[in-house]
């Protein structure tokens, strides 16, 4: 089936109890069983519930996986698979992750003695002088905001002759674009408030493994530490799903037009977009996914006014997060990697003039004449 058609048939789309056409939201804390010793596979919502169950098929199928999770956010989920590891591991992190990935492991993770190194460039990491210690790797591909780019295959192939673990944040790309598990990865984890649930209107996070005794292994987790995902917040996942495909075509669509515009714009110091041709990795993009996303990050050019360009801003929304139908800008510096050191920040190149804008699917034209008007009002040429 064509990931268009399974968006919206994969996994249970129709209700196995009543024929419904959507997915009921089953509201019940717990289920009766029919007599002692058994059971219709539901017992403890914390445990199983038909609504989350029937997202969970819907994503391990789009992902090409044997088993998903339904978490209550996107740290959640990251949150449970990091406790797959003990204390003395080692996991390696992209330069430029996401900063709440960087803070639970860096703050949180790291008093169980849960190390980390950061890796500035994962496709030119030398797999014969890690340590023992190292037992995983944690990719973002595209990376957030830098949109570096990792070849899942290729690093996939090289820690597994290591027997280590590779998690890929899959949340810029969607099942729609990459399937990370059919490339050699381990997990894939997403941020599904983002581009799956695509209207910024919940908080979810989703795991999908490949592998069925990894998958028992956090199975056991999701259950154990119970950061799961509500049956109403499933739902609503489902059918956000259900349009991913028209969303993320329009998305990319205007991504493009945009990051061309910016490309040429005189007062753009860099554009970081990997459908560019000028992008250091376009070519591993093309090889391992079948697009390039909706989202672009550009630098100003010194002398503009980085709060003058967002102030002035208005079609665009100014805030967290990313995704959905609506444009919406962000500064990472001081908001999504504020929990990244300063040095960190400033060597990398997340400094006060970066800017993320996740492309909206509005009429192009707007987006484009709102933002050429913001640029000239940052130079005060206006």
């Known amino acids: 089936m064509k990931k268009d058609s399974l968006v919206i048939h994969g996994g249970e789309s129709i209700?196995?109890?009543?024929?419904?056409?959507?997915?009921?939201?089953?509201?019940s804390s717990t289920f009766k069983q029919p007599e002692f010793g058994v059971s219709l596979g539901y017992e403890y919502a914390r445990?199983?519930?038909p609504t989350r169950e029937a997202l969970e098929k819907l994503i391990a199928d789009?992902?090409?996986?044997s088993r998903g999770f339904g978490f209550s956010s996107g740290?959640?989920?990251?949150?449970?698979i990091l406790n797959l590891f003990k204390s003395g591991d080692k996991i390696l992190i992209n330069n430029n992750v996401y900063g709440g990935t960087f803070r639970v492991i860096s703050k949180v993770f790291s008093n169980y003695n849960l190390n980390y190194d950061i890796i500035e460039d994962f496709n030119e990491l030398d797999f014969s002088k890690l340590s023992e210690e190292v037992k995983g790797i944690f990719i973002?591909?595209?990376?957030?905001?830098?949109l570096s780019i990792t070849d899942i295959e290729k690093i996939s192939e090289e820690a597994h002759k290591k027997n280590i673990l590779v998690i890929v944040d899959n949340t810029f790309m969607?099942?729609?674009?990459?399937n990370p598990l059919n490339l050699g990865a381990d997990i894939v984890i997403h941020s599904a408030t983002k581009y799956l649930a695509g209207h910024s209107d919940i908080v979810a996070g989703l795991a999908v493994v490949k592998d069925k005794e990894l998958g028992e292994k956090i199975g056991f987790l999701q259950n154990a530490i119970g950061a799961i995902l509500s049956p109403f917040d499933s739902y609503m996942l489902i059918r956000g799903i259900k349009t991913l495909s028209v969303r993320l075509e329009k998305h990319e669509e205007n991504a493009k037009k945009i990051s061309r515009y910016l490309n040429n714009h005189e007062l753009i110091e860099k554009v970081y977009y990997p459908g560019l041709k000028e992008h250091l990795?376009?070519?591993?993009?093309?090889?391992?996914?079948?697009?390039?996303?909706?989202?672009?990050?550009?630098?100003?050019?010194e002398g503009c006014d980085f709060k003058k360009f967002i102030n002035s801003l208005n079609l665009i929304t100014f805030g967290e997060s990313?995704?959905?139908?609506?444009?919406?800008l962000c500064h990472p510096a001081t908001m999504t990697h504020a929990s990244l050191p300063k040095d960190l920040r400033d060597r990398i190149g997340i400094d006060e003039r970066l800017l993320r804008l996740s492309v909206g699917i509005e009429n192009p034209e707007d987006l484009i004449e709102e933002i050429g008007r913001a640029l000239i009002i940052s130079k005060g040429e206006d």
């Open 15 to 27: 209700d196995k109890f009543t024929g419904a056409v959507n997915v009921p939201v089953y509201l």
């Open 47 to 49: 445990t199983n519930n």
């Open 62 to 65: 789009l992902e090409g996986g």
């Open 75 to 80: 740290m959640a989920a990251t949150s449970t």
């Open 140 to 146: 973002e591909t595209p990376t957030n905001p830098l």
């Open 174 to 178: 969607s099942p729609y674009f990459q």
């Open 281 to 301: 990795n376009h070519e591993i993009q093309k090889k391992q996914a079948s697009g390039f996303g909706g989202i672009i990050s550009f630098k100003l050019k």
């Open 322 to 328: 990313l995704g959905g139908v609506e444009s919406l």
